[in-house]
């Protein structure tokens, strides 16, 4: 990562499900991929399809080959928005031991720039209890309150680089390269044209 203080993760986890609901079906595998970038299967309050790809790590576990990870991330590929600087934005992990109550699953930790939206909601939740002063005194008993301000400014300064980056153009020079790592008949989405993840296989 080129930017040293965006870091933040967005955790996904497909399928998504409680341990004792033994009635919840397998999800096919090309499902699962899909499902881990759609809004429902996030683990925060954001939709990564919308906004673009900084990085992302997939952690898989139980029967997955290498072939079925390469197969679905050629699919998904053209339907992210990935940062010009890192076109191959994908790490991946197997594990051979199956979830509980499932064939496979999948975590994925993606830093995506719709964390700025996140964390101008949490600016906003605080702004209305440190209007209020709301719980403050427990905290100023060990430090200065000052110290609320700073951490609301840097949370503020961290919000503000995503959207930079998020609206930042990609260079004209790396457009080109970018066009020749993507099969051939896709183009790249742009902020307002990412599609829907089809979880159809090719």
Known sequence: MPFPRLHFLVPALAPLYAV????????????????????????????PRHHRFLACGLLLRGDVTVSDVQRNLA??????????????????????????????????????????????????????LYKRRAHVHHFTQYMEASRFDEAHDLLCQVATEYEQVQSAAV????????????????????????RSLDPTPL
């Open 75 to 128: 699919r998904l590929r053209p339907q992210v928005e990935l940062a010009h600087w890192n076109p191959d934005g994908f790490k991946t992990g197997l594990c051979g031991a199956q979830p509980i109550g499932q064939p496979h699953s999948l975590l994925a930790l993606s830093n995506n720039c719709c964390m700025a939206g996140v964390l101008r909601e949490l600016c906003a939740r605080f702004n209305k």
């Open 171 to 194: 260079p004209a020079e790396q457009q080109g390269l970018l066009d020749q790592l993507l099969p051939a008949g896709t183009s790249r989405p742009g902020l307002s044209t990412v």
């Open 20 to 47: 004792r609901d033994l009635r919840y079906r397998p999800a096919r595998l090309e499902h699962m991929f899909s499902d881990a970038f759609a809004a429902h299967s996030q683990l925060l309050r954001a939709d």
